[in-house]
């Protein structure tokens, strides 16, 4: 069973930073591209960052110059630091993994930028 667990997540004000981090279990984590995506209530959820197994990453333009995605393959775990955060990037961040013909998800973790 593949489960992936995001922590992270919290109030912040604009300009600040927060490191997220996705948990992944069940999975040769290594062997897989993880990607990060966010989502506000009643929006379609966006693809934020992604990194391949080669290391090879990609960024949404909103947030290029700012999020940084790395991982590290010991830990099976997946990381999005986020440096001068805006309100505009507010929203639930889910971690994401393609494997065995279908996608797994988390929960989320809640990312708040407000005064």
């Known amino acids: 069973q593949v489960h992936l667990v995001e922590s992270g997540g919290g109030l912040v004000q604009p300009g600040g930073s927060l490191r997220l981090s996705c948990a992944a279990s069940g999975i040769n984590f290594r062997l897989y591209a993880m990607k990060w995506y966010r989502q506000v209530t009643g929006k379609e959820r966006e693809l934020v960052a992604s990194m391949d197994s080669s290391g090879t990453t990609e960024y949404a333009d909103s947030v290029k110059g700012r999020f940084t995605i790395t991982r590290n393959n010991v830990r099976n775990t997946l990381y999005l630091q986020m440096n001068n955060l805006e309100p505009e990037d507010t929203a639930t961040y889910y971690c994401?993994?393609?494997?065995?013909?279908?996608?797994?998800w988390g929960r989320g973790t809640q990312v708040t930028v407000s005064l």
């Open positions: 994401n993994v393609g494997a065995y013909g279908r996608e797994f």
